[in-house]
């Protein structure tokens, strides 16, 4: 499958913690994304990584990317109650499609 | 900006019956897809759109899915007859050219195959 794996699928914290997941892929990119899913809800762009890149900071994130080892890590510093959600990598090749992991279960707790 | 609009939200039907999503995207996006995200997965894609055209549909399932983009702007996606496996949250998405493909999603409708 070309889908990307992403660990770990659920993830438990205290609220002010900071919560790190990670995203590996298979295939050659353009860049990286990541979107939050609240539950019942549609997916939210947060950030995006090109290939040529290999950290960005948006906020109390900041993604990191190694195109050697085909891995992204994508770090929510002092978390809230409020980032309780699904996070999914999206990795784009040449054309518009992108290519969703499997998701990360956050659960921050308050 | 108004976001990317889909109806129903919800969907109960019966296996082997037919049913139809609608989805409106972000005014100007040219691009439009479809995804399917079963329970516990991430989306996977079933058709992209580039205005009316379609781009992608290598995931569809032909037999039973289709959709259209009539005019480039609204979008339907059918499945007929609908099987038990179908029960999914279908998404839309749409993205403006030359935007490294950011993608803005709808609330999805979720549909249940009993």
């Known amino acids: 499958s070309q889908q990307g794996e992403e660990d770990p699928q659920a993830l438990s914290i205290q609220e002010g913690e900071n919560a790190t997941m990670n995203c590996s892929y298979k295939t050659s990119i353009n860049n990286l994304q990541w979107y939050r899913q609240n539950s019942g809800r549609g997916l939210v762009h947060l950030i995006l990584?090109?290939?040529?890149?290999r950290e960005k900071h948006s906020g109390r994130l900041r993604v990191t990317l190694d195109t050697s080892k085909k891995s992204s890590s994508l770090l929510i510093t002092a978390s809230r109650a409020a980032d309780t959600a699904s996070y999914f990598c999206a990795f784009g090749g040449a054309t518009n499609k992108l290519i969703f992991g499997t998701g990360t279960l956050l659960a921050v707790q308050p | 900006e108004a976001g990317v609009a889909q109806s129903p939200r919800y969907k109960i039907i019966e296996k082997r019956q037919s049913v139809a999503f609608w989805c409106n995207p972000i005014?100007?996006?040219?691009?439009l897809y479809w995804y399917q995200q079963i329970l516990g997965q991430g989306p996977k894609l079933l058709i992209q759109f580039q205005n009316n055209g379609v781009v992608d549909d290598s995931q569809l399932p032909k037999d039973r899915f289709s959709a259209e983009r009539l005019k480039g702007v609204d979008s339907t996606l059918k499945i007929q007859p609908a099987k038990l496996e179908d029960s999914a949250v279908y998404l839309c998405a749409s993205s403006l050219r030359g935007t490294k493909n950011i993608q803005y999603f709808g609330a999805g409708t979720r549909l249940s195959v009993l």
């Open positions: 005014s100007g996006h040219a691009t």
């Open positions: 990584i090109r290939s040529n890149e």
